[in-house]
């Protein structure tokens, strides 16, 4: 049986390894081919620095599959310092994790783009960190009743990653069209808490076992990651480019709008009886065209100018419908608006690319 774990050990380390090494040559070729679509404005980025925080988490996974390894192969795997070492390498690779799901637009919300939030969650890892080191220190190894006291901070801080990672692969696959993955990066999740299992109940260390489903979901995990950031990669190359978007005003309720690389040409969209949509969008040109770069900005939240980011995603969900569009040349809210931080969203659109009816423009004004 040794010679078992220190196999999955090694086989461990190396997944762990390739699928990082994969993670950062796909993030600095992203970093290489997208810079002007990522640095367009001074908004907070997901994409690059997911896949970074991501590549992270596997790295601390090769730390630990070296500290495994070792305290093997000079027989300390059984002492206090060891558990000590996994346990806190454990809660590292979380925290990295957590990180990386703050960049997640399919995220949970109060997790996406939240800071505070993270903060918040951040600081009770640091709290379990230090739970886990004491419980480490003070009652080792030992089992009550069947349960590893020392180990089960760490299980129940890695139950609720599971819980946060399954709702976000979940969403991030079924809103671009890949259900199958969306169902297996769920199921891989559901394994990655079943491994966490052992740690605590005694009654299931079954090291083959164990281990071999442990192996199963790292190197599933790898793929996933690989998935999740080739379409990362597709979604940036289908952005439409500021530069080609352009948007006329042409009285109330009536746009004409132009998105070449989606195939869109001069369509003229009747917002109808959606006025509501409508108003937002013509104020968001409003502020985009005529403010200072400072000002072009409107707050989205229950306390804002806008009440909620379902307004947002109803003015693109209703050019679709009106235009007719195929899913692949559908627009995404993050085409036409961008999130620049703090609950603070603005037109993608250029100000020189942006027309508005003079009448129009009057009428607006003294309704402001």
Known sequence: MHQVTQFYNLSHIFISLIGAILLLAIYTNIRKHFRAVLEEDSSIKRVDKGLLYLSFGMLIWVVAGVWAYASHYFSFHKTV??????????????????????????????????????????????????????????????????????????????????????ISFYR???????????????????????????????????????????????????????????????????????????IKFLDWSLIQLSVPSKGIYEQTIDFGSKTTQYKNLLNFAYRRKFNDPTNQCIVVNSGGEIKSQTYLTRIIDNINTILKLDDDAKLERKDLITFVGESKYRLRILPEHISIDDALLSEFEKGK
């Open 172 to 246: 991030t696959f079924m809103y671009r069209g890949l259900k199958v993955v969306s169902i297996i990066s769920v199921l891989i999740i559901i394994l990655l808490f079943i491994s966490q299992l052992p740690d605590v109940f005694v009654g299931l260390d079954n090291a083959f076992v164990n281990q071999l489903i442990k192996i199963i979901t790292k190197t599933s995990l790898v793929a996933v990651f690989l998935v999740l950031a080739t379409s990362w990669v597709i979604q940036l190359a289908n952005t439409p480019k500021p530069n080609e978007l352009r």
């Open 81 to 166: 310092s060891y558990q000590i070492g996994i346990n806190l390498l454990s809660t590292i690779n979380n925290l990295f994790w957590l990180l990386a799901l703050f960049y997640f637009y399919d995220a949970p919300k109060f997790i996406y783009q939240h800071k505070k939030n993270v903060k918040i969650i951040a600081i009770i890892i640091v709290i379990v960190a230090s739970l886990t080191f004491l419980l480490s220190f003070f009652v080792s190894n030992h089992s009550y009743y069947g349960i590893k006291l020392a180990a089960v901070p760490d299980v129940l801080l890695t139950t609720f990653l599971c819980y946060l990672m399954a």
